[in-house]
């Protein structure tokens, strides 16, 4: 058997043996030619950043759902590299705080930090996305918003007027109210002028009380000046901070008006529509983050506010059953004359009510009562 001789090594490999290296392939070439090429390229302009003008209903100073507005625009700035940058704007710089939500609407501004009952003009079914009167705690209403359809119909809502909206932060139960004198008996409240917002302003019209929506800036001013004898805003560490103390000395609890409450991203529609993708999906986690940072900041910090407090004079109190028990009438009635003047509100509340009935099976048997 004839053996064929081994093939002649091309000029290039014989050149490379004789100079004692190997051969550089040309695939490797090509990596190390580009990425010298890359090294004295000039540097690509990045893409100028997405700037949106964000306002919020509440002053940036005010703790959870003040600074919860500043702290979601650095949490979509930080994941985005600066690409996406919500540029905050206290309360009445760009628009007035209580029109945040119509703003948005018309797009006079891109997006706007709030709760859904500041739309409550609009249609009264808003109110039912921000607090309802003896509803659910933080845990139901998550599950209704995010599992029983909740969110679905609000957004359907707020889709007719060009506002896209994201749940940003959750708070716990709020206080009841400040109070002037001591409300020992339903009669009490008759004739008071007393701050409060959103459907337990309704209840507490239906038991004598003439109510006010204002702003968070406006509401001890209108306290020091007599114009109302009353007034409920939110936790205490906020009720705290806002001086309600210096004026009022009854302080009320339970918040059967709000034992959770959502506050919202409202963003244009058409804003929103022209955001890639992965930016929309950083704002989404950076709202269900916010929603942990205000659930968990909100409870770790009441107790010291209301022990600041007491110390300092505040009368601490809870509603005797008997009231409360006028209350949940009184709110089943408001409830029920919406539900027939509204077939918007009709719909969510049923869905609502029909939730927390199958919820009940496995929260009476679940939780400690």
């Given amino acids: 058997m004839i053996e064929k001789p081994a093939a002649s090594p091309s000029r290039k490999t014989a050149t490379a043996a004789r100079r004692g290296r190997s051969p550089v392939p040309a695939c490797v070439a090509a990596i190390l030619l580009l990425g010298f090429a890359w090294t004295i390229r000039p540097a690509l302009a990045e893409p100028p950043p997405t700037r949106l003008t964000f306002a919020s209903t509440f002053p940036g100073d005010m703790k959870l759902i003040g600074t919860g507005a500043q702290e979601l625009a650095d949490r979509i700035s930080r994941a985005t590299a600066g690409q996406l940058l919500l540029e905050f704007h206290e309360p009445g710089s760009l628009v007035p705080a209580a029109e945040t939500l119509e703003a948005v609407s018309s797009g006079a501004i891109d997006a706007g930090w709030g709760?859904?009952?500041?739309?409550?003009?609009?249609?009264?079914?808003?109110?039912?996305?921000?607090?309802?009167p003896f509803g659910p705690g933080m845990g139901e209403y998550l599950a209704w918003m995010y599992h029983g359809g909740g969110l679905d119909m609000a957004r359907e809502m707020?889709?007719?007027?060009?506002?896209?909206?994201?749940?940003?932060?959750?708070?716990?139960?709020?206080?009841?109210?400040?109070?002037?004198?001591?409300?020992?008996?339903?009669?009490?409240?008759?004739?008071l002028r007393m701050r409060f917002f959103g459907l337990g302003a309704k209840v507490m019209e239906r038991l004598g009380v003439?109510?006010?929506?204002?702003?968070?800036?406006?509401?001890?001013?209108?306290?020091?000046?007599?114009?109302?004898?009353?007034?409920?805003?939110?936790?205490?560490?906020?009720?705290?901070?806002?001086?309600?103390?210096?004026?009022?000395?009854?302080?009320?609890?339970?918040?059967?008006?709000?034992?959770a409450t959502f506050f919202d991203l409202y963003i244009n529609s058409a804003v929103w529509a022209a955001l890639p993708d992965p930016q929309k999906a950083i704002v989404e986690l950076a709202c269900g983050d916010m929603i942990r940072h205000t659930i968990a900041a909100g409870e770790a910090a009441q107790w010291r506010a209301m022990r600041e407090m007491q110390a300092a004079g505040v009368q601490i109190r809870r509603w005797p059953p008997e009231i409360i028990a006028a209350m949940e009438s009184a709110w089943n009635e408001v409830a029920e004359e919406e539900a027939r003047r509204n077939p918007t509100f009709r719909r969510v509340y049923?869905?609502?009510?029909?939730?927390r009935r199958d919820y009940a099976i496995w929260h009476d048997h679940a939780y400690l009562k």
Avoid at 229 to 254: C, H, I, K, N, V
């Fill in 115 to 132: 709760g859904a009952g500041w739309f409550n003009t609009v249609d009264s079914a808003f109110n039912m996305f921000s607090a309802m």
């Fill in 158 to 191: 707020f889709a007719r007027h060009n506002i896209h909206n994201i749940p940003c932060a959750v708070i716990p139960p709020e206080a009841s109210g400040w109070f002037r004198k001591e409300i020992a008996t339903i009669q009490d409240l008759r004739g």
């Fill in 210 to 259: 003439t109510t006010l929506q204002l702003p968070p800036g406006d509401v001890l001013a209108a306290l020091q000046r007599d114009e109302i004898d009353a007034a409920e805003f939110s936790l205490p560490q906020m009720d705290q901070d806002l001086g309600f103390q210096g004026t009022a000395r009854y302080y009320y609890f339970p918040g059967w008006h709000q034992q």
């Fill in 350 to 355: 049923d869905s609502y009510m029909a939730f």
